[in-house]
């Protein structure tokens, strides 16, 4: 009986030894692979600190905040592998990669529509197609971007409203950016009556923009015929002007109050659409009283002569 008693304590003394021993053997391997895990924290920061003193003189402040995270957290999942193989000696770095990469794809799947912006949102930053400070058109909204960061894109529309909108739909849409380039293009159209001489009008026109403060001189402004309306004959008046939006509204604002001074002084018309309206026999006679109703209500002249003799 006592031998029996004794047989399950040898064994929980045996394994709690063994487990002991196992302990001792890997506090030596356990306390490195802390000090690789700090050595790699600490290393992550300096090359953090590298690249974004490298990057900031060439590129985009939200560029170099993304791109130095990115690279200072692969440098901490690096330092972590190598903490796990020096820890469990048995598990090889193959094993360790393809355990991540499974575990990468459960991730994915979990987390599809943060992934898709992320990934997105590093393209985005890679390519520059805007800046933080561009005016752009996205997904039928317009505003100026504020900031570019790894999961969306913020603009602040011309209505001074916050916009926040992911990177894939930044990304999938067609993007306009108005303020790619320092200038841009204005027109609007001007109609003068018949009678007045087109070649002095598009002259006056002219003239008239080269004045107006915020006009570019190089290209110059024209004036162009190109449409013959029904009571105009209609310019075009282009002009090159800031990219920026409340530029670009000051000075065609500005431009159109100039456009329209220097015709007026110079005689010039500027008619308003006629409508002409042509009436049928039928509803002449009615006006002048010699007409009569059919039985289907319609208006039917009066054909009698003086003596009143139907003809």
């Known amino acids: 009986m006592v031998t029996r008693a004794a047989a399950p304590t040898d064994e929980l003394s045996s394994s709690a030894r063994s487990l002991w021993e196992s302990l001792l053997d890997t ?5 490195v692979a802390i000090v690789i895990v700090f050595v790699g924290w600490g290393f992550s920061r300096g090359v953090r600190w590298t690249m974004r003193t490298r990057l900031q003189r060439s590129r985009t402040p939200s560029f170099v905040n993304v791109i130095s995270k990115l690279t200072s957290w692969i440098v901490v999942i690096i330092s972590v592998l190598a903490a796990a193989a020096v820890t469990f000696p048995s598990v090889k770095p193959v094993d360790l990669l393809a355990g991540l990469g499974f575990f990468s794809v459960a991730v994915g799947f979990a987390f599809q529509d943060i992934l898709e912006n ?27 971007v504020t900031e570019i960061n790894i999961r969306e894109t913020r603009i602040t529309t011309f ?55 915020g006009v570019e001189h190089d290209p110059p402004p024209e004036a162009l015929v190109h449409e013959l309306g029904v009571s105009t004959v209609n310019i075009r008046a282009l002009m090159w002007s800031d990219s920026r939006r409340h530029e670009s509204i000051t000075v065609l604002d500005a431009a159109i109050k100039a456009v329209k001074s220097r015709l007026d002084r110079d005689g010039i018309e500027m008619p308003s659409n006629i409508v002409v309206l042509q009436a049928t026999p039928s509803f002449r006679a009615a006006l002048h009283g010699d007409a009569q109703l059919t039985p289907a209500g319609n208006v039917r002249p009066d054909r009698s002569d003086s003596n009143g003799t139907q003809q």
């Open 159 to 213: 209505d001074g409203e916050s916009l926040i909108i992911p990177n894939r739909d930044v990304y999938k849409n067609v993007i306009l950016v108005h303020t790619h380039h320092d200038t841009h293009r204005l027109q609007f159209d001007v109609g003068i009556a018949y009678e007045n001489d087109a070649e002095q009008a598009t002259r006056a026109i002219i003239e008239a923009l080269s004045t107006v403060p």
């Open 118 to 144: 992320t990934l997105a949102g590093v393209l985005l930053l890679f390519r520059q197609p805007f800046r933080s400070g561009d005016q752009i058109t996205v997904v039928d909204r317009s505003g100026t």
């Open 27 to 31: 506090l030596p391997r356990l306390g």
